[in-house]
């Protein structure tokens, strides 16, 4: 199983928990197992056409991926961070 780490922005989209075990090989098939248990995620990932937000940012085990990365393999014991970027004037 891979650990999902939920950055604190999205934690009230996940019931506040920091962390979901998930049965996983990449990190997309995490982030859509994520998606099936709190479909309210999905309104800060992806745009009004399904794509991926840019500023949605992905960590394995501590190192950032990118989006060509996210059908990388994962082992078992990993760690996914997702979190999503904010800015502001």
Known sequence: ??????SPLLRRYTDEK???????K???ECL???E???P???RLLYDKNGALLPRVMFFVNNQRI???ELNGTLKN???????VAIGGA
């Open 66 to 68: 990118h989006a060509d």
């Open 1 to 6: 199983m891979v650990t999902v780490k939920i």
């Open 26 to 28: 990449t990190p997309i």
């Open 32 to 34: 859509n197992v994520l």
């Open 36 to 38: 099936a248990k709190y």
């Open 77 to 83: 014991g990993d760690e996914l961070l997702i979190s």
């Open 18 to 24: 920091e962390s979901v075990k998930v049965k996983g």
């Open 40 to 42: 309210d995620l999905k």
